[in-house]
């Protein structure tokens, strides 16, 4: 059994900023990937960033330069420090992991957190 437990989303008025955490717990053997994608009202859930534990950080180009992504691999931790928020980054912020576990070790699997409310309004 894995979960994704994130934290750090709420209410905040424009130019501020957030600090978001994602720690993955369960039978873990090995996380591949560590990111966060978010879904506003009415649309399409989409990518905000994400890290591999090789180092590689790929980000969307609506966050580059105010988002900043990073990750603790001995806690399983992601998290993603957001910066000079605007109301177009409402959303509800999902963390996702790609990892193999003991349930199944052949093979990567994917997981979701169950989602923080980020609210971006004065």
């Known amino acids: 059994q894995v979960q994704l437990v994130e934290s750090g989303g709420g209410l905040v008025q424009p130019g501020g900023s957030l600090r978001l955490s994602c720690a993955a717990s369960?039978?873990?053997?090995?996380?591949?990937?560590m990111g966060w994608y978010r879904q506003a009202p009415g649309k399409q859930r989409e990518l905000v960033a994400t890290?591999?534990?090789?180092?590689?950080?790929v980000y969307a180009d609506s966050v580059k330069g105010r988002f900043t992504i990073s990750r603790d691999n001995a806690m399983n931790t992601v998290y993603l420090q957001m910066s000079s928020l605007t109301p177009e980054d409402t959303a509800v912020y999902y963390c996702?992991?790609?990892?193999?576990?003991?349930?199944?070790?052949?093979?990567?699997?994917?997981?979701w957190g169950q989602g923080t409310q980020v609210t971006v309004s004065s």
């Open positions: 996702n992991a790609a990892m193999t576990t003991a349930l199944r070790a052949w093979r990567t699997t994917e997981y």
């Open positions: 890290t591999s534990s090789g180092g590689s950080i």
């Open positions: 369960g039978s873990i053997i090995n996380i591949y990937v």
